[in-house]
C-alpha cells in the first residue's frame, strides 16, 4: 500500500492550497481517509475524514468552514481543500487510511499512511 500526498507549499494568511493524497495498493472505495497535521514542535492532530459510500464528513472545529475534504474515486485520490489559510495552519499534512469499511474519527485506528507535505503559511 503507497500513499502519495502532494500540494504543499507557501501561501499567505487568507490564500488557499489544495492537498492531494492519491493510493495504490488497496481498493480504495471501501475505505475512509483522513487527514491529519503536525505543527512544529506539536502532537499529530486529526483534522477530519471523508467516509467510504456516501463520501459524508467530518472535519474540527477550528477547520470547519475554511478546509473541505472530498474524494474521487475513479482517481484513488482524496482531496483536503484549504482556503482562507491562517498561521495556525502551519503544519505537515499526511493522510492516513484505516482497515475497509472503517469509518475512524480521531487518531487512533489508521494503518496507512502517506509521507506528508509541509503547509506553511506565515505570519
Known amino acids: 500500500v503507497q500513499l502519495q500526498a502532494s500540494g504543499g507549499g507557501v501561501v499567505q494568511p487568507g490564500g488557499s492550497l489544495r492537498l492531494s493524497c492519491e493510493a495504490s495498493?488497496?481498493?480504495?472505495?471501501?475505505?475512509?481517509w483522513g487527514w491529519f497535521r503536525q505543527a512544529p514542535g506539536r502532537e499529530r492532530e486529526f483534522v477530519g475524514v471523508?467516509?467510504?459510500?456516501?463520501?459524508?464528513?467530518v472535519l474540527i472545529d477550528s477547520v470547519r468552514g475554511r478546509f473541505t475534504i472530498s474524494r474521487d474515486n475513479t482517481k484513488n485520490t482524496t482531496y483536503l481543500q484549504m482556503n482562507n489559510l491562517k498561521p495556525e495552519d502551519t503544519a505537515v499534512y499526511y493522510c492516513?487510511?484505516?482497515?475497509?469499511?472503517?469509518?475512524?474519527?480521531?487518531?487512533?485506528?489508521?494503518?496507512?499512511w502517506g509521507q506528508g507535505t509541509l503547509v506553511t503559511s506565515p505570519a
Open positions: 492516513a487510511t484505516a482497515r475497509p469499511n472503517h469509518f475512524v474519527i480521531g487518531n487512533d485506528g489508521y494503518i496507512y
Open positions: 471523508v467516509a467510504y459510500g456516501n463520501g459524508g464528513t
Open positions: 495498493g488497496l481498493n480504495f472505495s471501501r475505505h475512509a
